[in-house]
């Protein structure tokens, strides 16, 4: 996502969703203002990929309701105890060829040496798709 010719630079994407995040951190008062913003990220996506976040929502809703929509670096996301468990990544926000659905740090995966922490996701999910990753959803949230 950097610069080839300089590593150091951060793409343009990158530096808008740093102050996405930044924005975030300051902004960041309840969680209905929280939810709002996960609602507004949606909203806010071409309608392939509003539709698709919209699936994705459901499911973590459905598989772990205790977790608290907030947005991640202006990415619908959920998390526990304030500290995200997962989030969903629009292809746009990136210009890049598929979504992703992507556990964070406090996803509580742990699954030997090897686990896997995101899924490239694309308008052709299916049940069975959104299934696998609601069992996931519901082993992250604890």
Same mark, same amino acid.
């Given at each position: 996502?950097? %610069?080839?010719?300089?590593?150091?630079? $951060?793409? /343009?994407?990158? *530096?808008?969703?740093?102050?996405?995040?930044?924005?975030?951190? +300051?902004?960041?008062?309840?969680?209905?203002?929280?939810?709002?913003?996960?609602?507004?990220?949606?909203?806010?996506?071409?309608?392939?990929?509003?539709?698709?976040?919209?699936?994705?929502?459901?499911?973590?809703?459905?598989?772990?309701?205790?977790? %608290?929509?907030?947005?991640?670096?202006? $990415?619908? /996301?959920?998390? *526990?105890?304030?500290?995200?468990?997962?989030?969903?990544?629009? +292809?746009?926000?990136?210009?890049?060829?598929?979504?992703?659905?992507?556990?964070?740090?406090?996803?509580?995966?742990?699954?030997?040496?090897?686990?896997?922490?995101?899924?490239?996701?694309?308008?052709?999910?299916?049940?069975?798709?959104?299934?696998?990753?609601?069992?996931?959803?519901?082993?992250?949230?604890?």
């Amino acid at each position: 996502m950097t %610069d080839s010719q300089n590593p150091e630079t $951060f793409s /343009a994407e990158e *530096r808008k969703a740093i102050r996405e995040r930044a924005k975030e951190l +300051k902004t960041a008062a309840g969680k209905s203002e929280d939810a709002a913003g996960n609602a507004e990220a949606l909203a806010k996506l071409p309608e392939d990929e509003r539709i698709l976040g919209e699936q994705i929502r459901d499911m973590v809703v459905a598989a772990a309701p205790q977790l %608290d929509p907030k947005t991640y670096y202006g $990415f619908p /996301a959920w998390a *526990r105890d304030g500290k995200v468990v997962c989030f969903f990544k629009p +292809k746009s926000k990136f210009k890049v060829r598929y979504s992703t659905f992507e556990f964070d740090t406090a996803a509580s995966l742990d699954d030997g040496a090897v686990w896997a922490t995101a899924f490239a996701v694309n308008d052709d999910i299916t049940k069975a798709d959104l299934a696998m990753l609601s069992a996931l959803v519901t082993k992250a949230a604890g």
